[in-house]
């Protein structure tokens, strides 16, 4: 199915939705509910993206630690362990701003400013 970029004015929409059978509409209409439930279920899993609050704090411990270069071996096996997980959470929440960017057919930068997205400090 190809995707076209152009920009369709709510009259536009309107009109073209009105003159639909009714048939046509309830398919319009049950795949445009499915595509808002989809973007809202795949905006509220992007809190399922974070480190616990107690990782975060001993991340920003360690992290500190890390550039005081005063970290114990130990330590820093902890820091790359919780590193490694915190990577995969971003891979993640990239895959579902993507999915969210393909949905509103708009750019990962645009979704990432929309939902007001920024990066976080640890330490």
Do not use: W
Not at 25 to 53: C, G, H, T
């Amino acid at each position: 199915m190809a995707v076209h970029n152009l920009e369709v004015s709510t009259e536009n929409l309107l009109s073209a939705v009105v003159r639909m059978p009714a048939s046509e509409f309830e398919r319009f209409f049950q795949n445009a509910r499915k595509l808002k439930k989809r973007e809202a279920d795949l905006i509220a899993k992007l809190d399922e993206f974070n480190l616990s609050p107690e990782k975060e704090k001993l991340y920003g411990k360690l992290l500190k630690k890390f550039r005081a270069e005063k970290i114990t071996p130990e330590e820093y096996e902890e820091m790359i362990a919780i590193n490694t997980e915190l990577e995969a959470l971003n891979v993640e929440r990239i895959k579902c701003l993507g999915e969210i960017s393909k949905i509103r057919q708009t750019s990962l930068s645009e979704i990432v400013e929309e939902l007001g997205i920024k990066p976080k400090n640890y330490g």
